[in-house]
């Protein structure tokens, strides 16, 4: 069976691909919308204010209070946990941009994706180069290498 053309590339592998060189770089990203956290707690607080008065004040500044410190802690995750959590058109345009940086390699799954990739240090970076940009264009996150 060699390799032809037209086949298919298999998304989860390339995936795996994907998180397995973000990890081995310790590659960690955090979603840095902070204005968006303000603006849930506010409109939240607002609506509860509507529907309830002074108690739908609270509980509406409570619940948007903890959907805004989810959104503003901006903690940093994994990025192999974040490829992993995107919806699958997401995962297919990542994917086709991967596909185009390793399109020459000879490879069958992932495990044999994964080790040609790792030797080769500057496929490697093109890789990373790759997910950085999509990481902090398409996520709108912030990135950083833990050492």
């Known amino acids: 069976m060699g390799m032809s053309a037209e086949m298919p590339i298999e998304v989860d592998d390339v995936m795996k691909l994907l998180c397995s060189i973000s990890r081995e770089r310790k590659m960690k990203a955090a979603?840095?919308?902070?204005?968006?956290?303000?603006?849930?707690?506010?409109?939240?607080?607002f609506v509860g204010g509507l529907v309830g008065g002074p108690p739908g004040i609270a509980l509406g500044g409570t619940v948007g209070?903890?959907?805004?410190?989810?959104?503003?802690?901006?903690?940093y995750k994994p990025v192999p946990q974040i490829l992993m959590e995107l919806p699958p058109a997401e995962q297919q345009k990542l994917v086709s941009e991967a596909t185009a940086i390793i399109r020459n390699l000879d490879w069958t799954d992932a495990i044999q994706l994964t080790a040609l990739v790792m030797s080769n240090q500057a496929m490697q970076q093109k890789l990373l180069?790759?997910?950085?940009?999509?990481?902090?264009?398409?996520?709108?996150?912030?990135?950083?290498?833990?050492?």
């Open 31 to 45: 979603v840095k919308h902070s204005g968006r956290g303000a603006l849930v707690v506010g409109t939240v607080a």
């Open 65 to 75: 209070g903890l959907l805004g410190a989810w959104m503003t802690s901006g903690q």
């Open 129 to 147: 180069a790759m997910l950085a940009t999509y990481v902090t264009k398409e996520l709108q996150a912030e990135i950083r290498y833990d050492d």
